[in-house]
């Protein structure tokens, strides 16, 4: 018996490759990311991305001479996995620091357990939650869908609208996406007037439309992801609907672009600068930033998102600190992460604080409409 | 109100016949071999992606659509061949396994040869919707109402009219009895499985313009079309029909008419509900179980 | 001789942990492993036993852990009322719902029991007041044995193993019991075992019964031990990957259904280090075990190895000669 189960452990061990002995020391990032099931368009990028640099950092000689070592796991948008491949990271991959977290719901799951372990996490979802409270170990990079909701806001104030209907999926995007509009409505004098719910697999939304249409609305705001805000917008358009729509920074994305083709045309959104770099003013510090993550990454994998701009962020945030701190100390790195000053991402300029893990203002998000099948800055 | 509710059955029949075309594979393997292919969305799944990877390779939308439903009857074969009839014999839960091992291993060649991403297909005939009194379709919607139409048709008179057709009925009455008789068994299930890999490519092909298509596209689609399949009395090719339109009805009057995020538990309560007086299904064949 | 087995399972749960303290594979996966025994062996007694095919289980698992980390967050209760508030919940829903489901046979049923799932699951996503939505409920409390907090993944694995241990030994029971008895006549022939004086309904309605509680105590720890809930454990998906591990491990055998939720766990963990080419591996792994192992893991493996075993002998002398 003991023979046997030494034997599984040495097989199981040898699968993982921890048991190999390394030479120099490696600095380990643990990542745990969606890269399959629904939330894969912002998971794919992700990982893409982190894998790109991880790459070329290496290949300048690491990290004041350690390499870089990534260790990733795909969750597939399941909480429990999250859970599971955290613990895998922290017990047995032993990893310096962990950025990843595709999902609210991921993030919000292995929380506990990085702030038991005492580890630097830099999530890469989106809701506000994950940063407030403050979480000692917890950092975030994406805009917070309290952003996206203001930005949306203040546009329609721009506008004179007050009158809005809101549809939403079923995913944890959509859900706390709408629980930010709700809650910030009344501070812009808004009033909802519909709210209708979707499945995030639906094939048509014409059901709740129909109900908007007849709802009195004067603008339509879609809080979603994947295909089904795609579906909305062209079933929108099949029933003659005249309204100005807003989606969120979930679609900034090309792939919304070609599947809602013609209807997608006078879309408004928030979104990242990096979906417009190139109509940045010159003297926008963040440009050059956005023009160089973005042409490296269309040059190996097609058109860039914004998804995989937020680690990019994650990562250089971390390599920064680490330059600082070394990755020795997790409280020293913890520390160094929180006295990020200035850094310039894809996001916008992060200023983090002991009160703020996330370090980004409003003036982050950018508004644009989709003309022409491109992305146009409003302004 | 009533020009909403009209447009909510209007929504439902298009949703529905949407089912419905999904629901026909279903009912066609089940019809010759009594099992409920669980990678029947996976061939509405490949046969929308092949067609739109052909398309952007640049064949003809016409040719794109004939191919893919050719590759999709390759994989339904080669899916008989050397994941079915190995296991012949095996109980009907295992071939259920087998089956949802099918769909998954589908799903991943599909993940590797087209990665992640929603592909959509352009419609046949133009995005302008179509008018009917307060209602408006899509055109993409009565090229899917009229396939499933003429191929329900097809499949009826394929199973009534001809020879082949009621051989392969024979097969699943009793496949001792059709052997007897000189019916080639073997046969039979693979021509079975080859067509309804096809009948699922030419509904993922024609959906497409709708849903869109990912890897991942035919799990949902596979859930409805069982939930089609069943609901109307599984092995009948009208009622599956029946069960996919009814489907698409409840979901939308539920949504429009009670809630929209609860719309989907509404849809299935009420297929318990015909579950609980008619355990068969709406048209389903009373069997007696043999002792 | 029937329970060898169980203390040989015994045995290798409490050795594992001495042998590799704190490591991944043994705690973490070990306690993940160990709630899908309790599932599968539950299930089992439905699937194996009474031949009731289930693909709304994981409903059951969802309801025992909401109640949990619902009772025990929003209104306080301590958290062993919560567990036998949600074993009392499932018992009754499973009670209620167990005599319509019940009538209907094959595939029929297999739909009847994955719509109860879809609409349970449904409700756990919409009614975001109650459940968190789709982000989950955070915050869940550890759970408390009689004032020891269990805590830490060496702590949980013991609990959760314990916990596998007594659902193991309670199937073994239960299957040589008169009501297992009934059940395996219902398996045969349903309308045989009514002519024999069963009262099949009844026994049926126990194995559902029974196999939902499995399910909502499996919950419960489960809410525990991840200190969150969200309804992306308990959808459909969850249902199939249990009757899968049902059916992987071999029907009509505890140690089979065991079996299948080890190695089904087991895989995904092995699997993922596979990226991109995980599902395409996984599903021909299924596909293969089904063909070549119709009978399950278990099931085939044991009467391979006994196949082997008695070819040995007999190949023993005409060695000799």
Redesign the interface.
Known sequence: ??RW??AL?AV??S??GSGLAQAADPIKIGSFLT????A??LG?PELKTLQMYVDDLNAQGGIKGSKIELI???TG????DA???V??LI??DKVDLLIGGTT??DT??V??DVEKEGIPFISLAG?VEIVEPVKKWVFKTPHSDRMAAAKIFEDLRKRGLSEIALITG???F???GR?QILKLAPDYGMTLVAD????N?D??M???L??IR?SGAQAIINFGL??AP??VT?NI????IALPLYQSHGVASK?FI??A???AEGVRLPAAALVVAEQLPDADPQKPILLAYKNQYEAKHGPVSTFGGHAYDGLLIAVEAIKRAGAADKAKLRDEIESTKGFIGTAGVFNMTPQDHMGLNLDAFKLVEIRKGAWKIVE | MFE?VF??LV??I??GS?YALVGLGFALIYNASDVVNFAQGEFVMLGAMAAIALLSAGLPLPLAAVVATLLAVGVGLLLERFAIEPAAGASVVATIIITIGAAIFLRGIA?LLW????H?LPPFSG?A?IRLGGA???PQSLWVLAATGVLVALVRAFFDRTLLGKALLACSFNRTAAQAVGINVKVMLRLAYGLSAGLGAVAGIL?AP???S?Y?AG??LGLKGFSAAIVGGIGNPMGAVAGGLLLGVLE?LG??LV???Y??AIAFLFVLMVLFFEPTGLFGHKVAERV | MRLAGFY?FA??VA??PA??P?????V??GA?AGLNVILAVGLNLLMGYAGQISLGHAAFFGLGAYASAILTTRFGWPSLLALAAGLIAAGLLAWAFARPILRLRGHYLAMATLGFGVIVHVIM??A?GWTG????L??VPPLDLFGWEVSG?LQWYGVIMAAALLAVWLSLNLVDSPVGRALRAVHGSEFAAQMMGVDTARAKTQAFVVSALFAAFAGSLFAHQ???V?P??FDLTVSVELVTMVVLGGLASTFGAACGAIALT?LQ??L??F?DY??LIHGALLMAVMIFLPQGLFVGLTQAARRLGSALVRSRPSVAA
Request: cysteine-free.
């Open positions: 018996m003991k189960s030494n452990a199981l061990l699968l993982t890269v399959t099931g629904p894969s368009f794919d990733h796991y795909d948008g399941n909480a429990k859970v599971n491949f613990k895998r017990k047995n609210t719901g919000m799951a929380i506990p809701a079923d995913g944890g959509d859900k706390s629980a209708e719910f979707y499945g697999k094939t048509d014409t059901t709740q129909t109900k007849s994947g295909q795609a579906i062209k358009k099949q029933l003659g792939t070609d599947l083709g013609d209807a | 909403q447009q909510f929504t439902g298009t949703v949407l993940l990665g992640k991403d929603f959509t995005d919707p408006t379709v899509l959906i709708i849903t869109f990912s991942e799990v949902m939308a949504a429009g809630s929209s995020g719309k989907d | 040989a045995a290798t050795l594992l042998l590799f704190d490591n991944y594979f043994v973490v996966v993940s996503v919409q975001t939505g789709p982000d989950g955070a915050g993944d991840q200190a969150f969200s992306d454990s087991l963990q092995a993922v280090v990226e995980e599902m």
